[in-house]
Nanobody, 122 residues
Framework: QVQLVESGGGLVQPGGSLRLSCVVSGSIFSIYVMGWYRQVPGKQRELVAVIPNGGVANYADSVKGRFTVSKDDAKNAVHLQMNSLKPEDTAVYYC????????????????WGQGTQVTVSS
């Protein structure tokens, strides 16, 4: 089993900053990709930022220059620094990780955190 636990959401004024964190635990041989998605009611979940193992981070156009994704491989953690927040950034943010659980099997699966609410409002 693999668990993702997020923290750091909350209420912030427009122009403010928040930092989200997510720790992956459980049966982990390797983590291929870690990142963040978000969802608002009535819309599909959308990619915010992902960072592959040994690769370059990929961002949604709407957050480029404002959000920064980073990871701590030693702690199996991924962070999302969100600056210059806008009301349209309001959503539930979900941590995602693609994990290979066993060394004797190449199979990998995608796992999700429980979500953390980010509200940008004055």
């Amino acid at each position: 089993q693999v668990q993702l636990v997020e923290s750091g959401g909350g209420l912030v004024q427009p122009g403010g900053s928040l930092r989200l964190s997510c720790v992956v635990s459980g049966s982990i041989f390797s983590i291929y990709v870690m990142g963040w998605y978000r969802q608002v009611p009535g819309k599909q979940r959308e990619l915010v930022a992902v960072i592959p193992n040994g690769g370059v981070a990929n961002y949604a156009d709407s957050v480029k220059g404002r959000f920064t994704v980073s990871k701590d491989d030693a702690k199996n953690a991924v962070h999302l620094q969100m600056n210059s927040l806008k009301p349209e950034d309001t959503a539930v943010y979900y941590c995602n990780a693609v994990v290979r659980a066993r060394s004797n099997s190449p199979a990998s699966n995608a796992y999700w955190g429980q979500g953390t609410q980010v509200t940008v409002s004055s």
